[in-house]
């Protein structure tokens, strides 16, 4: 076994329009794959932003400048629509790209879903000395991704600190 990082510290980010112009207007809001990551990764730090390019790139830098998140996982923007942007705006940050994380999700996800695994542009990389994992909005999805991150962080982690 491979020695990695452990005790990581997370952060979780929902990018969802609808979701966030309920918030916005005063509604209740169900967030079922940010809150499934939330608890699965026991994560302290959660944002919940509209699918804006600036404010995909804001709230990652937050995070990063103003807590000790070691771990980014982001739900949501990443189909086909005109308004999905996080893996574009991710790609535009990365210092590294992990393609691997990509690969894999598809191939676990083709198992699933079959076909309909070429609507996500799940992605992954390393920012600043972070990794950032990007998923889609569904809470199968999410749970799809979980074990990958879980088990590779603390591993990728190490590499960079190298």
Not at 25 to 45: H, I, K
Not at 137 to 146: D, Q, W
Request: charged share 25%; glycine share 8%; hydrophobic share 40%.
């Amino acid at each position: 076994m491979h020695r990695k990082i452990e005790n990581i510290v997370y952060g979780v980010i929902t990018v969802s329009d609808s979701r966030f112009n309920k918030v916005i207007s005063g509604e209740d809001v169900e967030d079922r794959s940010g809150s499934f990551l939330r608890e699965e990764l026991n994560a302290p730090y959660y944002l919940l932003i509209p699918d804006n390019r600036d404010m995909i790139k804001g709230a990652i830098d937050h995070l990063i400048d103003f807590t000790d998140v070691e771990c980014i996982v982001i739900t949501g923007g990443t189909g086909v629509s005109p308004r999905d942007n996080t893996p574009d705006v991710l790609r535009e940050m990365f210092h590294k790209e992990l393609t691997g994380f990509s690969v894999l999700f598809h191939m676990l996800s083709y198992k699933e879903i079959k076909y309909a695994t070429l609507l996500s542009r799940a992605t992954a990389g390393i920012y600043r000395g972070k990794v950032i994992y990007a998923l889609p909005g569904s809470l199968n999805a999410c749970k799809t991704a979980l074990p990958i991150i879980k088990e590779e962080t603390g591993h990728i982690l190490k590499h960079i600190r190298e």
